[in-house]
């Protein structure tokens, strides 16, 4: 019995995650509904943060898994799909909240973005290894931050100081953690899969 791996299957350049699956309209409706649902759930992993009216939610890392996984069009749909939901009432927003008027509906404008971005990234292979996926992690939270800090600030009157230490300073821990356990997952993904790119 040979217990030989078989052999990794090279990809074309500029594939992610989910083409890996079989090409088709239905595949791509599937996936831009799947990530809008993913990041609907992991909406509702939130906890109030003293002080600040955003709570530590799983809804960025789940917008930046999207982004990666699915690649700059779908993520983009699929973020786009979990705003118009949540904006038309679905209660699928942080804290089982829905609409535009919340002082942290900016954070989603900013998810928006970012998925857009890491997944054009990944497009150029950078969730393929552990350095690429930290830098990649922290620039769309970067992008997420460089929307929704402004934004709190113009919808409840903060100063932009007070809301950096409102809707920035608190999350950066568990900011670090969701892009340790990318980190992880993305590099590790392509590896169980056999691939080289």
Do not use: N
């Amino acid at each position: 019995m040979s217990t030989a791996a078989a052999p990794a299957r090279t990809l074309r350049a500029g594939t992610v995650l989910a083409d890996l699956l079989p090409a088709s309209r239905t595949r791509d409706i599937a996936l831009v509904v799947g990530g809008a649902a993913l990041t609907g759930l992991a909406a509702q992993l939130s906890v109030p943060v003293p002080g600040s009216p955003v709570p530590v939610s799983g809804q960025t890392f789940a917008a930046l898994l999207v982004g990666t996984a699915l690649g700059a069009r779908r993520g983009f749909l699929a973020l786009a799909l979990y705003a118009v939901v949540g904006m038309a009432g679905v209660p699928w927003f942080a804290q089982a909240t829905s609409g535009y008027g919340m002082p942290s509906f900016g954070y989603i404008l900013g998810m928006l973005l970012a998925a857009t971005v890491v997944g054009a990234l990944a497009r150029r292979g950078a969730d393929r290894s552990v350095l690429r996926t930290a830098g990649v992690m922290v620039l769309g939270s970067a992008i997420i931050y460089a929307v929704g800090v402004p934004y709190l600030a113009l919808a409840t009157g903060m100063s932009l100081g007070q809301a950096v230490a409102a809707g920035l300073t608190p999350f950066l821990i568990g900011d670090a953690l969701k892009a340790a356990l990318a980190m992880g997952a993305l590099p590790a993904a392509w590896k169980l899969l056999g691939t080289k790119g």
